[in-house]
């Protein structure tokens, strides 16, 4: 084999700025024919690192297509990056029609060497034209795509049955598969697909005269229940015969390119949630629906499991890889952030919560006690605080005692004293709130002074379940709204049926055991335990115990 490569300067090789561009050209001694392959590189290409392969046929007309197909895809995340290769015919003007119906074709109805020469095609492709390309760039020997539509379709599903190996990846627009009398379905019967997955997306314009006979053929393919090969059909609406690549193409980077489906080992995806930063950018990972999403400014991004440490963004370009130290590598918009995860949502000596979620920058809750004559004077460290006793008798502000069940909300920057007023030690809950929006302290001023309450002072509402008392629902300097209740249960009741709704909620056991239903689980929770509910958790609380219990439910608003 007689092998150049040169550089050159020719139109179809230029004709797209996606990327620096190189050729290789090569006499293939196998085929007998000089060949040209358009090189499109990905953007920040490397040497030292090895990439998915698009081999596009008719690279005469479809290598720019394509290049400029592949660009807008990667913007939007379906496809890495890769390197394109358009295959075309060199030589002095090439008769395009007639090159591409002789290699592209696996037999020859008249018997003449003007067709049929798709295994000598197939043998360049395989023995020259893949070495070549892999020896100059970064190129995957296992990671390759094939392109082609029309005689090219025909070209790909041959190659398809004969060399099941060579690629993993299929896209096949308008095939020409009544070509000498259907004889591509000769080669169907003894396809064998790798033990790999082997992906196949195939699609034909709807007013093409040959739509039934491609649906047809798919249906067969379908029938032939060849295990390992995935096969997606589309028929493209208003489009005939050459409109359809650009859509079908699309489609079908989209479908090939997709990580299969990954179930992570856990529905526990708390190892994944928190604040990341860098000191300077920063990324909320949360949970959505039991789904990982990114929290950018007011953007929310559901993520997609590939693996148990790859995530992926759908329709966005964003890419996240969470290290087991807590580290987060990530690419969003074309850029690369490491991040380092702050602690969230995690348990901590005195502390019960301590963290972050998808509406609030910080949330610590705490339990606190305070021995005999001692008392806790402090402002509220730039917080809004709830204060919610547990046990014995607290004076707040040296205002009003408070009992069990005793509450007091402050606004950033109220004063607060909190004083045992009982002989032995008095125990409470504190609360403290940041939104990540920024204080509003006229909207708090116009909210009123701090609001103390004893459980006795609550207004009781007799249900048909046992008791309920509202005890606030106001703004705060943080939180737009903040609205606290407790719920009596009696033996046997359940609160409402499974429910979600838009606010995070927070439950406290005041008394008694219950069962927390939980997006399909139940958890036991008994009095001091706290529940932590995510947006959109379908949730309720079951009463199966023999007496009554109480619990407090606290949700707010940014």
């Known amino acids: 084999m007689r092998l150049r490569l040169i550089v050159l300067s020719l139109a179809i090789c ?32 490397s040497h030292d690192k090895t990439y998915p392969v698009i081999y596009v046929l008719d690279g005469q007309w479809d290598f720019p297509l394509v290049a400029a197909l592949y660009g807008q895809q990667y913007y939007d995340g379906f496809v890495p990056s890769a390197i394109t290769v358009g295959i075309t015919w060199g030589g002095n003007a090439p008769d395009y029609d007639q090159l591409r119906a002789r290699d592209f074709t696996p037999s020859s109805p008249d018997g003449s060497s003007r067709w049929g020469h798709a295994a000598k095609f197939l043998a360049f492709i395989k023995q020259e034209l893949m070495p070549a390309v892999e020896k100059k760039f970064g190129a995957s020997r296992t990671d390759r795509t094939l392109i082609g539509s029309s005689l090219g379709g025909l070209f790909t599903l041959y190659a398809l049955y004969n060399e099941t190996a060579l690629f993993n990846r299929y896209i096949v627009t308008s095939p020409a598969i009544g070509w000498d009398h259907d004889v591509i379905n000769s080669f169907e019967k003894n396809y064998k697909p790798p033990t790999d997955t082997v992906r196949l997306f195939m699609a034909e314009g709807g007013l093409e005269p040959g739509a039934g006979d491609y649906q047809q053929f798919v249906d067969r393919l379908q029938s032939g229940h060849h295990r390992g090969l995935q096969l997606q059909s589309k028929i493209l609406e208003g489009m005939g015969h050459s409109g359809g690549k650009a859509e079908g193409y699309t489609r079908g980077l989209q479908f090939t390119f997709t990580p299969p489906p990954h179930t992570l080992p856990s529905a526990d995806l708390s190892n994944y949630t928190g604040v990341y930063t860098d000191g300077k950018n920063s990324i909320k990972i949360i949970t959505e629906r039991q789904q990982l999403t990114a929290v950018l400014g007011a953007s929310h991004w559901p993520l997609h499991p590939a693996s148990d440490q790859d995530f992926y963004l759908q329709g966005m370009l964003g890419h996240f890889h969470f290290e087991k130290d807590g580290r987060l590598n990530s690419e969003f918009f074309g850029g690369r952030l490491t991040l380092k995860r702050q602690d969230t949502l995690v348990a901590q000596t005195g502390t019960l919560l301590v963290g972050s979620t998808r509406d609030l920058a910080r949330l610590v809750v705490r339990q ?25 008798r607290l004076k707040v502000n040296d205002t009003k005692t408070l009992g069990p069940g005793g509450v007091a909300l402050f606004s950033a920057g109220d004063a607060i004293s909190l004083t045992n007023a009982e002989a032995k030690t008095t125990g409470y809950y504190a609360f403290h709130f940041r939104s990540w929006s920024s204080p509003d302290h006229d909207r708090a001023e116009k909210a009123g002074p701090p609001i103390i309450l004893d459980w006795t002072e609550l207004k009781m509402r007799t249900t048909d379940k046992g008791e309920s008392r509202q005890i606030f629902d106001r703004p705060s300097a943080w939180l737009r709204r903040i609205d606290m209740h407790a719920t ?71």
Request: hydrophobic letters at 35%; glycine letters at 10%.
């Open 14 to 45: 230029l004709s797209t700025a996606a990327a620096p561009t190189d050729s290789l050209v090569i006499h293939s001694a196998l085929a007998g024919e000089d060949y040209i392959a358009c090189i499109n590189l990905p953007g920040g290409y």
């Open 488 to 558: 009596t249960l009696n033996k046997g009741q359940v609160s409402h049926p499974p429910h979600i709704h838009r606010n995070e909620e927070i439950i406290l056991m005041r008394s008694g055991n219950v069962e927390e239903y939980i997006d399909g689980a139940y958890k036991k929770a008994k009095a001091g335990d706290i529940i932590f509910l995510t947006s959109g958790t379908p949730h309720a609380v079951e009463n199966r115990t023999n007496g009554r219990c109480e619990y407090f439910a606290l949700q707010w608003q940014q």
């Open 368 to 392: 606190l006690t305070l021995k005999k004559g001692q008392s806790d004077s402090a402002e509220s460290d730039g917080d809004d605080v709830l204060i919610i006793v547990r046990n014995g």
